[in-house]
Structure formats: structure tokens, C-alpha cells
């Protein structure tokens, strides 16, 4: 099922809940490269909010790849690598404290 309030006529990918499904994190070219975007929904039986441009986790290169652990705390991704070329495709994680 097509995800209406997240999707555009760009390309996304790599889509990852938090544990509760009140959260996802995806990689989109709607600016351009692969960016992360972010979205959240009150409930489970509700759409996710308008998706907003993760800047921390966001370079100048593709970020692509997006995985959260199961705790939700944890990202992992291939940060600033080459989509087309699979040149500098490093496993990268971000942590946060706070939830």
C-alpha cells in the first residue's frame, strides 16, 4: 500500500519504523540526492505527518540504506556514499539520548 502522505514522484527509499509505528525514517530525492527524511503519526490508525529533512543525518553526498535499532535510539546507514557507484559505501551510525 502506497504510503500517500510520505510518497512524491521522486524516488524514496530504505524506510525504517521505531518499535511503536509512531515513527519512520526514509531516504528521498525530492531535493535532489538522498536525503533523510522523518515523519511521525499520532496513532497507528492514523497518516504520518508531512515528512521534514533529518539535517543531522544528512550530507552532501546519498544517505541511503536507513536502519533504526529495535530500541529506536540507534541509526545505521551508509552516510555521504555514491548510489550509482557503490564507491564509499561505509556503515555509519548516529545515536540519540532522548526519545
Keep these: 500500500v502506497v504510503l500517500t502522505s510520505l510518497n512524491t514522484a521522486s524516488n524514496e527509499g530504505s524506510p525504517t519504523e521505531s518499535p511503536d509505528g509512531l515513527e519512520i525514517f526514509f ?4 531535493n535532489g540526492g538522498d536525503d533523510v527524511f522523518r515523519s511521525t503519526r ?3 490508525d492514523q497518516p504520518f505527518d508531512v515528512p521534514q529533512i533529518v539535517p543531522e543525518l544528512t550530507s552532501a553526498g546519498d544517505d541511503i540504506g536507513l536502519r533504526l535499532s529495535v530500541d529506536g535510539r ?3 546507514l551508509n ?3 555514491f548510489r550509482g557507484s557503490g564507491m564509499n ?3 555509519w551510525t548516529a545515536t540519540r539520548s532522548c526519545l
Excluded: G, P
Design 27 to 30: 531516504s528521498s530525492q525530492r
Design 42 to 44: 499520532a496513532a497507528l
Design 74 to 76: 540507534t541509526m545505521y
Design 79 to 81: 552516510y555521504n556514499a
Design 89 to 91: 559505501a561505509d556503515i
